[in-house]
T-cell receptor
């Protein structure tokens, strides 16, 4: 039930672009994106609620497809500070119980 | 706002000892979550509270784990007795208008 992220890892040069995907076998209520640097806590980036939604800043943005089963995070003109592990996450309900699940994670390394 | 405050930042304890992790949430955030992160299992939700009431503790691994939220400004996660496999980083997080905010975490090492 855990969303699968792809790629598992990516190495970029500064200024290059990257796309990180998060795929679920079932429709998600919403999708949240986080970045975690080594040894630090995850930092919330953004939330997408609606199918077909796109949001974000100029250099970091995300989309949520119409079926709400896939989300993509777009990193444009990457900077060294973008390095870290990116997670998608979503609340789900199982037998009427709320749970929160994280994706498998994508390690991103930006090189100078 | 000081954010979500966790203490201690690091804890090293011997197997069998009781460990208490503490969390001060952001004022006004009605939801509080306890997570555990390890290399093997990634981030796992242990328990969450809404308005100080435990809603779902199905992620708590064993009866050795317990969590309380006596008021809106304080929560604890207790492990008794601790075991080496409990070694992990434990995060407290709260949910509010700005999304999720994680505390800095407590790195627990049980030897």
């Amino acid at each position: 039930q855990q969303p699968v992220q792809s790629p598992q890892a990516v190495i970029l040069r500064e200024g290059e672009d990257a796309v990180i995907n998060c795929s679920s076998s079932k429709a998600l209520y919403s999708v949240h994106w986080y970045r975690q640097k080594h040894g630090e806590a995850p930092v919330f980036l953004m939330i997408l609620l609606k199918g077909g939604e796109q949001k974000g800043h100029e250099k970091i943005s995300a989309s949520f497809n119409e079926k709400k089963q896939q989300s993509s995070l777009y990193l444009t003109a990457s900077q060294l500070s973008y390095s870290g592990t990116y997670f998608c996450g979503s609340p789900i309900t199982t037998s009427g119980t709320y749970k929160y699940i994280f994706g498998t994670g994508t390690r991103l390394k930006v090189l100078a | 706002d000081a954010g979500v405050i966790q203490s201690p930042r690091h804890e090293v304890t011997e197997m069998g000892q009781e460990v208490t992790l503490r969390c001060k949430p952001i004022s006004g955030h009605d939801y509080l979550f306890w997570y555990r992160q390890t290399m093997m299992r990634g981030l796992e939700l242990l328990i969450y509270f809404n308005n100080n009431v435990p809603i779902d503790d199905s992620g708590m691994p064993e009866d050795r784990f317990s969590a309380k939220m006596p008021n809106a400004s304080f929560s604890t996660l207790k492990i008794q007795p601790s075991e080496p496999r409990d070694s992990a980083v434990y995060f407290c997080a709260t949910w509010g208008a700005g999304g999720y905010t994680f505390g800095s975490g407590t790195r627990l090492t049980v030897v």
